[in-house]
T-cell receptor
Framework: AQSVSQHNHHVILSEAASLELGCNYS??????LFWYVQYPGQHLQLLLK??????LVKGIKGFEAEFIKSKFSFNLRKPSVQWSDTAEYFC????????????FGAGTRLFVKA | SAVISQKPSRDICQRGTSLTIQCQVD?????MFWYRQQPGQSLTLIAT?????????ESGFVIDKFPISRPNLTFSTLTVSNMSPEDSSIYLC??????????FGPGTRLTVL
C-alpha cells in the first residue's frame, strides 16, 4: 500500500538553527508532492508543492523542499528557523494516477525556542 | 483561497449516538473531502463528496457509519453514526483549490465517552 513516512515526530530547535524534516514515500510512479503546515490554533495550509520540473521548490516563509526521485524523498528545509515557525508539518503525496486521494504523513511537531 | 467553516468546532458525545458535522465554503467548489485525524496519527481520507452524486468512500469507511450529504456546491455534512470511543478524532473537511491542492477547514474535535 502507498504510504508516507516522516522520520521525526518531534523536533526542538533554537532560533537561527537550520531545519531539515525528512519525508519518504512508497510509490513507484509519478507523484505530486506537498508540504502542509498547521500553526497553533490555525487551519492546515499549503506550504509548498512539487508537480514537475526543478526538483528544488521554494515555498512561503523561506521554506524549500527537494525532490530526490531515486530516494523517494521530499525533505523540507529552512536555513534559519524562527520562533514563529513553531507548528506541525505534514508531508503529503498524491500519486499522479488521475485520482483525488492524497496520502499524508503522520506529521512532525516543530518547536522553536526563542 | 477559500473560507471554510465547520460546525460544531468540538463536541463530547455519548457512545451509541450520532453527530452531524457541517462544512460550509464561501465559494462554489466541485470536490469536497472529509478526513479523520486520530490522536498522534496522520490525516486519513474518509470520502470524496461530489455535488450531485454519491460520495466515494475509501477502504475501511462505509456509508452506514459515515453518511455524507452534498446538497449544493458550497455545503456538505458528515455524520458519524452509532459512535464509539474509537471514533474520537478530529474531523476535517477540505476543498480542492488547485490541481490536487487542498484547503482545509478548522476541524471538528470529537470526543466519545
Amino acid at each position: 500500500a502507498q504510504s508516507v513516512s516522516q522520520h521525526n515526530h518531534h523536533v526542538i530547535l533554537s532560533e537561527a538553527a537550520s531545519l531539515e524534516l525528512g519525508c519518504n514515500y512508497s510509490y513507484g510512479g509519478t507523484v505530486n508532492l506537498f508540504w502542509y503546515v498547521q500553526y497553533p490554533g490555525q487551519h492546515l495550509q499549503l506550504l509548498l508543492k512539487y508537480f514537475s520540473g526543478d526538483p528544488l521548490v521554494k515555498g512561503i516563509k523561506g521554506f524549500e523542499a527537494e525532490f530526490i526521485k531515486s530516494k523517494f524523498s521530499f525533505n523540507l528545509r529552512k536555513p534559519s528557523v524562527q520562533w514563529s515557525d513553531t507548528a506541525e508539518y505534514f508531508c503529503a503525496v498524491n500519486p499522479n494516477t488521475g485520482g483525488f486521494k492524497t496520502i499524508f504523513g503522520a506529521g512532525t511537531r516543530l518547536f522553536v525556542k526563542a | 483561497s477559500a473560507v471554510i467553516s465547520q460546525k460544531p468546532s468540538r463536541d463530547i458525545c455519548q457512545r451509541g449516538t450520532s453527530l452531524t458535522i457541517q462544512c460550509q465554503v464561501d465559494s462554489q467548489v466541485t470536490m469536497m473531502f472529509w478526513y479523520r485525524q486520530q490522536p498522534g496519527q496522520s490525516l486519513t481520507l474518509i470520502a470524496t463528496a461530489n455535488q450531485g452524486s454519491e460520495a466515494t468512500y475509501e477502504s475501511g469507511f462505509v456509508i452506514d457509519k459515515f453518511p455524507i450529504s452534498r446538497p449544493n456546491l458550497t455545503f456538505s455534512t458528515l455524520t458519524v453514526s452509532n459512535m464509539s470511543p474509537e471514533d474520537s478524532s478530529i474531523y476535517l473537511c477540505s476543498v480542492e483549490t488547485g490541481p490536487h491542492e487542498q484547503f482545509f477547514g478548522p476541524g471538528t474535535r470529537l470526543t466519545v465517552l
